[in-house]
């Protein structure tokens, strides 16, 4: 309190100047030097989101072709994953197809269908013409992507294997509409003891019965 009261108008000239000085001074020396700093750290996030990017790319690219075996289960959920990426989480589906050499998913756009196809050479999901024919309605043959289950192939070989035995060697399994029920159905192709089976289940891999 002394000082203030005995400062009189020096005092406040001297607090006017520091104030001016810190404000004027300081305060555009500190938000230089931030701003830096933001460009410098946005610059590294751009640079590690990059970096992110073609490593995911490489490793999702990897991971589907995961040797060739395309029904295998890391294969698989990768698939999936990029499914759900490129066509959406509301997304609805005409059928899935995976078998040892690759495989094709088909989805609706619009009033429209289109479809992505992977394998051998090629980059990831590339996208391939899906023609429709016949007079039925594009709405009552698609099922939601939510049906897609990343682990499902795993699911059906086990669940195969229980039933046809381990030496059952599955080829191909398609998601589609069953015509029958209006829901989503897993089939299964294979071999087994030299002999051609053909199993269904239901979309998250339960169910499951032999056809022949």
Not at 95 to 102: A, D, Y
Request: charged share 20%.
């Amino acid at each position: 309190m002394l000082l203030v009261r005995t400062g009189g108008i020096f005092g406040l000239i001297i607090t006017a100047m520091v104030a001016g000085i810190f404000f004027f001074v300081v305060r555009p020396a500190i938000n230089d030097t931030t701003d830096r700093a933001f460009d410098t750290a946005d610059r590294a996030l751009d640079e590690a989101a990059r970096q992110t990017d073609d490593i995911r790319s490489t490793i999702e690219q990897s991971t589907i072709d995961a040797g060739g075996d395309y029904l295998s289960p890391a294969s698989y959920a990768a698939v999936v994953g990029q499914i759900r990426q490129k066509v959406g989480a509301d997304g609805e589906l005409l059928g899935l197809t995976v078998s040892e050499h690759g495989g094709n998913v088909k989805y609706r756009t619009g009033d429209r269908a289109a479809g992505y196809q992977w394998g051998p050479g090629r980059e990831g999901l590339e996208p391939v013409k899906v023609t429709l024919i016949g007079s039925g309605k594009l709405a009552n043959n698609v099922f939601p992507i939510a049906k897609l289950d990343p682990a499902a192939t795993a699911k059906l070989t086990a669940a195969v294997k229980s039933k046809a035995g381990a030496a059952f060697d599955a080829q191909a399994m398609t998601l589609g509409m069953n015509p029958a029920t209006g829901a989503a159905q897993w089939t299964i192709t294979g071999e087994g003891d030299g002999r051609s089976l053909v199993f269904t289940a239901k979309s998250d891999g339960s169910g499951l019965e032999r056809v022949n």
